[in-house]
Nanobody, 116 residues
Framework: QVQLVESGGGLVQAGGSLRLSCTVP????????VAWYRQAPGKQRELVAR???????TYTDSVKGRATISRDNARNTIYLKMNSLRPEDTALYYC??????????WGQGTQVTVSS
């Protein structure tokens, strides 16, 4: 059962920008923090950014100043805008939340590839 719908990945040149989107169930969107993670080949999945229901945000150090996580309350959608992309940003990006009953919930992932 699909709970998260991600989109927006693609191939971009270094220095370019992308905006990822994640549509979340309304009951989750209103109450629970939602996060973006990424996993590069051969590496562990890492947190990129998180946003709470009150729009408090956190970022991993490697994307600070280059990424903005935001929410559209009308669309139940979380966005991750990334600028000044680097080849090391290449990864499969996942949307995530922790459902109080079901636990960790992941999207299918959207691929971001940054060419040098």
């Amino acid at each position: 059962q699909v709970q998260l719908v991600e989109s927006g990945g693609g191939l971009v040149q270094a220095g370019g920008s992308l905006r990822l989107s994640c549509t979340v169930p309304r009951n989750i969107f209103r109450a629970i923090p939602v996060a973006w993670y990424r996993q590069a080949p051969g590496k562990q999945r890492e947190l990129v950014a998180r946003i709470t229901s009150s729009s408090s945000t956190t970022y991993t150090d490697s994307v600070k100043g280059r990424a903005t996580i935001s929410r559209d309350n009308a669309r139940n959608t979380i966005y991750l805008k990334m600028n000044s992309l680097r080849p090391e940003d290449t990864a499969l990006y996942y949307c995530n939340y922790v459902d109080p009953q079901l636990g960790d919930t992941w999207g299918q992932g959207t691929q971001v590839t940054v060419s040098s």
